[in-house]
């Protein structure tokens, strides 16, 4: 069975700090990993999606690195402002046997506040 | 390029009572998923159809069934609601599951208050 988990559970920093979100997954097999960011009560957007063949994708501040073997993905966020301030979701699409193929598994998110 | 919409927007039911939620994909999607969030938790899968098929069920009860029709829109239906219920319901569209790109979209969800 398919694990995700992120650390830390909450996060606050002052205005333009960079920051790393961790997630760390229990099954290596997995097809893809996506990033999402949720506002309060809204629903998720997708920030970054990283193929299981690829080390890291990159979007404006936005920096995904992948390492599949050792199940870990991390999300660098530079010079961060207020406007960062959400949810942020890990989750991963597993391949193992098929019985994972399209379902996608969550952590339950790192809560970003960035204070002016 | 519209994307994911969900209705209705919020929704409240009272315990035993049955619900149905909507779901159009992204122009271009063709398989839909449906995930329940409790309050502070990650989005959990609920089932994914494609090609009008149940394709792939998570661990939920028959209270929690599905449709989807031919233009690809999905229903989610919840059978004797229970407290527990209470959730914001999201739903998902991706291209077809063997696809090696497949980036799923989130609507805005349903919030379902069960009283």
């Known amino acids: 069975k398919q694990e995700v988990t992120q650390i830390p559970a909450a996060l606050s920093v002052p205005e333009g700090e960079n920051l790393v979100l961790n997630c760390s997954f229990t099954?290596?097999?997995?097809?893809?990993l996506q990033w999402f960011r949720q506002d309060p009560g809204k629903g998720l957007t997708s920030l970054l999606l990283?193929?299981?063949?690829?080390r890291e994708q990159t979007s404006g501040r936005l920096n995904a690195s992948l390492d599949k073997s050792s199940g870990r993905s991390t999300l660098y966020i530079a010079a961060s402002q207020p406007g960062d301030s959400a949810t942020y979701l890990c989750?991963?699409?597993?391949?193992?046997?098929?019985?994972?193929?399209?379902?996608?598994?969550f952590g339950q998110g790192t809560i970003l506040t960035v204070h002016p | 390029d519209a994307g994911v919409t969900q209705s209705p927007t919020h929704l409240i039911k009272t315990r035993g009572q049955q619900v149905t939620l909507r779901c159009s994909p992204k122009?271009?999607?063709?398989?839909v998923s449906w995930y329940q969030q409790a309050l502070g938790q990650g989005p959990q899968f609920i089932f994914q159809?494609?090609?009008?098929?149940?394709?792939q069920r998570g661990n939920f009860p028959d209270r929690f069934s599905g449709h989807q029709f031919p233009n690809y829109s999905s229903e989610l239906n919840v059978n004797a609601l229970l407290l527990g219920d209470s959730a914001l319901y999201l739903c998902?569209?991706?291209?077809?599951?063997?696809?090696?790109?497949?980036?799923?979209?989130f609507g805005p969800g349903t919030r379902l208050t069960v009283l």
């Open positions: 159809y494609y090609e009008e098929e149940e394709r």
């Open positions: 998902a569209s991706s291209l077809v599951p063997g696809s090696s790109y497949n980036e799923q979209f």
């Open positions: 990283i193929q299981s063949s690829q």
């Open positions: 122009s271009g999607h063709d398989t």
């Open positions: 099954d290596s097999a997995i097809y893809n």
């Open positions: 989750a991963v699409r597993g391949g193992a046997g098929g019985t994972s193929y399209g379902k996608l598994t």
